[in-house]
């Protein structure tokens, strides 16, 4: 079975701060995906990330992927009451799993 | 293009009874998903088309559950009968295929009192 362990579960912050959110998969897909969910909203791709070591920013979002393929993170710089929502980490093959998601709050 | 469309957006019904879920994939897209959310389990992918071909169904939780695509435009979940547990909201997703990005639907959320 394939899994996407995410941590923490829950993050409530100030706004201002800094913060990272991981993500550890128990195989190797294709692909790993970051989307983030807001209420009422269907998931939406953030970013894809594909080879070992790779490094991508969007705007004060920072995502990497570890050399082995299987861990991830996301670091936010200066969270703003925006960032708020759901952040499910997935990885892609010709199906796509997703783990349980950090449920992200920034507070004004 | 509209994006994934899903209908209805809300549904409650009784226990015991069927429910039918719809879902309209994104023109051009080879691949279709159907999941399932809840606070204590997550998304859950409960089966995917290839060119409207069950490939896996591997997640679908019991007998009760069916899905279908019967062209490319258009595909269902049905539950039947319905019980309690299956309250969630579900989502239809679509991508060309391969692991590229999954388009969603905004969801149903289905109440079965």
């Known amino acids: 079975t394939q899994l996407l362990e995410q941590s923490p579960q829950f993050l409530s912050i100030q706004e201002g701060e800094n913060l990272t959110v991981y993500c550890n998969s128990s195989?190797?897909?294709?692909?790993l995906q970051w989307y983030r969910q807001e209420p009422g909203e269907g998931p939406v791709l953030l970013v894809t990330v594909v080879t070992g070591g790779e490094v991508k920013k969007l705007k004060r979002l920072t995502f990497q992927f570890g050399d082995a393929r299987k861990d991830s993170s996301l670091h936010i710089t200066a969270a703003q009451p925006g960032d708020t929502g759901l952040y499910l980490c997935a990885g892609a093959d010709d199906k796509i799993i997703f783990g349980k998601g950090t449920r992200l709050h920034i507070l004004p | 293009d509209a994006g994934v469309i899903q209908s209805p957006r809300h549904e409650v019904t009784e226990m015991g009874q069927e429910v039918t879920l719809r879902c309209k994939p994104i023109s051009g897209h080879n691949s279709l998903f159907w999941y399932r959310q809840t606070m204590m389990r997550g998304l859950e992918l409960l089966i995917y088309f290839n060119n409207n071909v069950p490939i896996d169904d591997s997640g679908m939780p019991e007998d009760r559950f069916s899905a279908k695509m019967p062209n490319a435009s258009f595909s269902t979940l049905k539950i039947q009968p319905s019980e309690p547990r299956d309250s969630a909201v579900y989502f239809c997703?679509?991508?060309?295929?391969?692991?590229?990005?999954?388009?969603f639907g905004q969801g149903t959320r289905l109440t079965v009192v």
């Open positions: 195989s190797v897909f294709s692909s």
């Open positions: 997703a679509s991508n060309p295929g391969g692991y590229t990005e999954a388009f």
